[in-house]
């Protein structure tokens, strides 16, 4: 048992040492921080969706930044779209589940705000719908996707698509990238002195 939790280790080491070498999604990424600063920095805010896992990891990065990451700050306007519950699940009964997030998009968003999408496969329709609708109001719009993009690839501004079919994997960069986005917004709009 030993060993299999040694290769674990391994692997996610590996995939993370390739995503390191991968300057295409990082500097994607640094361009996404600049994004989100401009936002901020406007009045604007950052929503975030996703599924399960992906669902959990968005709600973790929004408490992240409307929280504190590492130090005390003023908070930010940061929501994942699933939170609300009895929204989630009347929307989905009275209509579709594949609309549970463009809906909130349509509701709350605006131009020069931003939409993280997070979906390891890419093909999420609740999170591709949403993502449309975000381009439509004009708003940022970036899926954080496993290898292929799936149907996300080309639909927004930005493709974070880590290099791996491992969902597991995949959920583990797609929350360090995010870890790192909040730290570095913090530094960016909240400098120590």
Request: proline share 3%.
């Amino acid at each position: 048992m030993i060993d299999f939790l040694k290769n674990k280790l391994q692997n996610s080491i590996d995939l993370k040492a390739k995503l390191q070498k991968d300057n295409s999604v990082l500097s994607q990424v640094n361009d996404l921080i600049e994004d989100i600063v401009t936002c901020y920095k406007n009045g604007g805010k950052v929503l975030w969706c996703g599924n399960g896992g992906s669902a959990a990891d968005a709600q973790h990065l929004a408490a992240e930044l409307s929280g504190r990451f590492y130090y005390d700050r003023p908070p930010l306007f940061s929501e994942a779209l699933h939170v609300n519950t009895s929204y989630t699940t009347a929307v989905a009964n009275d209509y579709s589940y594949d609309v549970i997030y463009s809906r909130l998009v349509k509701a709350m968003g605006k131009k020069g705000d931003v939409l993280i999408g997070l979906s390891t496969s890419g093909n999420s329709a609740n999170v591709i719908k949403a993502i449309e609708e975000a381009n439509s109001l004009g708003m940022i719009t970036a899926s954080f996707t496993g290898e292929s993009g799936g149907k996300l690839k080309g639909l927004g501004k930005y493709l974070i698509n880590i290099p791996s079919s491992d969902t597991p994997r995949i959920q583990e960069c797609h929350m360090i990238l995010g870890h790192t986005i909040c730290e570095l917004i913090e530094i960016k709009l909240f400098p120590k002195k």
